[in-house]
């Protein structure tokens, strides 16, 4: 987030402001010893940022939390 210059309410911006769930995907790297869901969300920040993000729901203690990794796409105009 830092290299690319995007604050947390962009994410926040970007994830709410998404319309759908881009893709699901089963994760395959050999460390894990169950296969976890990853998430792709592609969204928009209200400042024109577009913002990827891929990460997993966790189910801790009852409460479900998204855990994400972020990558952005900054306009050229």
């Known amino acids: 987030m830092a290299r690319d210059n995007i604050t947390i309410e962009m994410v926040r911006e970007a994830i709410v402001s998404a319309a759908i769930i881009q893709k699901s995907l089963r994760s395959t790297s050999p460390l894990r010893a169950s296969r976890e869901t990853l998430h792709v969300i592609l969204g928009?920040?209200?400042s024109g940022v577009i913002i990827y993000t891929k990460?997993?729901?966790l189910k801790k203690e009852g409460k479900e939390?998204?855990?994400?990794?972020?990558?952005?796409k900054h306009s050229l105009n």
């Open 65 to 72: 939390t998204f855990y994400v990794l972020i990558s952005a």
């Open 44 to 46: 928009q920040s209200w």
């Open 55 to 57: 990460g997993k729901i």
